[in-house]
């Protein structure tokens, strides 16, 4: 358990549906992140928040929306994906961002494994 | 940030000394080595990171060469459970994000 919580767990969608994956950390953190992993791929960065202000985005397509409302929490908004999408959505957050190795060990949830067909 | 170079594959056996090796011979003088290791579907895990020095935590050693060009994260007792993609990423002291590179899968069996 690292403190970093994602839902769902597991999910399959159309692509003409909406979802969201939701992240919430309760390690009192100011920075968030999310990456995509697919099937024998290294895990790549899609966007980074740093006190709730987007701070990096990755060349992500626009069907994918994220939004931060607080610190602790951040959302991935997913609308028209391509079957292509699926993937493992891992989020992760660290006491800050870009301040130094001892405040930057991000730590990671367990992830939402995204279906699409 | 500098490129790392993992085996694809190592295995071990339960017990027994685990010692996953990574070559970075471009890093930089202000790059730190970090590993972390990803068990099969879930998260990555941070274990470790160093600059020079040699470090040692609850789950690992990091042994970084005298030239910086190589390390070697060490397991001492291996378990079933540390059977998972170790990764070897080299930032910059203020780099924010992490590029994960292929890892190296290690295999703890009986």
């Known amino acids: 358990e690292t403190g970093v919580t994602q839902t769902p767990r597991h999910l399959v969608m159309g692509m003409t549906n909406k979802k969201s994956l939701k992240c919430e950390q309760h390690l009192g953190h100011n920075a968030m992140y999310w990456y995509k992993q697919s099937a024998k791929k290294p895990l790549e960065l899609m966007f980074v928040?740093?006190?709730?202000?987007?701070?990096e985005n990755n060349s992500v397509p626009s069907r994918f929306s994220p939004e931060c409302p607080n610190s602790s929490h951040l959302f991935l908004h997913l609308h028209t994906l391509q079957p292509e999408d699926s993937a493992l959505y891992l989020c992760a957050s660290s006491q800050h961002y870009k301040r130094g190795p001892l405040v930057d060990t991000q730590y990671f949830g367990p992830g939402t494994r995204l279906t699409v067909l | 940030d500098a490129k790392t170079t993992q085996p694809p594959s190592m295995d071990c056996a339960e017990g027994r000394a685990a010692n996953l090796p990574c070559n970075h011979s471009?890093?930089?003088?202000?790059?730190?080595v970090y590993w972390y290791r990803q068990i099969h579907s879930q998260g990555p895990q941070y274990i470790i990171h160093g600059l020079k020095n040699n470090e040692t935590n609850e789950m690992a050693s990091l042994i970084i060469t005298e030239d910086r060009k190589s390390s070697t994260l060490i397991l001492p007792h291996a378990t079933l459970r540390d059977t998972a993609v170790y990764y070897c990423i080299v930032r910059v002291r203020q780099g924010g994000k992490l590029i994960f590179g292929q890892g190296t899968e290690l295999s703890v069996k009986p």
């Open positions: 928040y740093n006190f709730k202000e987007q701070t």
């Open positions: 471009t890093i930089s003088g202000n790059e730190y």
